[in-house]
């Protein structure tokens, strides 16, 4: 993937690849933000290192469920390729061999799941979906969503832990940036109108 001047510019991305925390705190707040833009509910967002039945990680965001219907595959899919996308933003020249040992295998490996039982089984389809279809879409998402993403975040590396309740207050909360206000603004003078 190449560094264009719209993932260059993204706020906090040269400091994630410095500070591992931070980026990782990104990662999962990723996941969240997907999870919570289709109303996938999920109970706590956590960063750090830990050993989960014989697995090192990173950090997780713990799904309410882990039972995917076919009307919910393709949105648990976005919600795990938010976080294998999130890394391919902050660090477009790695590849995915190194992408698998920073931990996105696992994003990858569940969204391949979601969408093959969607597909029912198909595995051309599957792979057209997800690199022509999802990836883009969530590609698109996370980089439209990044205040949010680093907000959230920045307080899940100093908390070490969120909640879902904890997460949706964050990402309600009204950001500084003039132009976010605006918008924030005209989508409330469209809703006083209905
Ligand atoms: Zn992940």
């Not at 560094?3 to 925390?21: A, P, V, Y």
């Amino acid at each position: 993937m190449k560094l264009t001047d719209e993932i260059r510019n993204l706020r906090g991305r040269k400091q994630m690849l410095r500070d591992r925390r931070l980026h990782d705190a990104c990662h999962e707040a990723s996941h969240a933000v997907m999870a919570l833009h289709h109303g996938h509910p999920f109970t706590i967002v956590l960063v750090g290192d830990e050993t989960v039945g014989g697995q090192r990680l990173r950090g997780r965001l713990m799904l309410a469920s882990g039972r995917v219907y076919t009307d919910t595959a393709i949105p648990a899919a976005k919600v795990a390729l938010a976080g294998h996308c999130f890394n391919r933003i902050v660090n477009p020249h790695v590849n995915d061999a190194v992408l698998g040992l920073l931990g996105t295998m696992g994003d990858l490996r569940m969204a391949i799941d979601c969408v093959k039982f969607w597909a029912g089984g198909d595995d051309a389809q599957t792979e057209f979906i997800i690199f022509k279809s999802i990836v883009p879409q969530v590609h698109k998402f996370l980089i439209e969503n990044w205040e949010t993403i680093l907000r959230i975040g920045t307080a899940l590396a100093a908390r070490g832990k969120l909640s879902y309740a904890e997460v949706k207050k964050l990402a309600a909360t009204k950001s500084t940036a003039p132009r976010i206000k605006w918008l924030e603004k005209n989508v409330l003078d469209k809703a006083s109108r209905i």
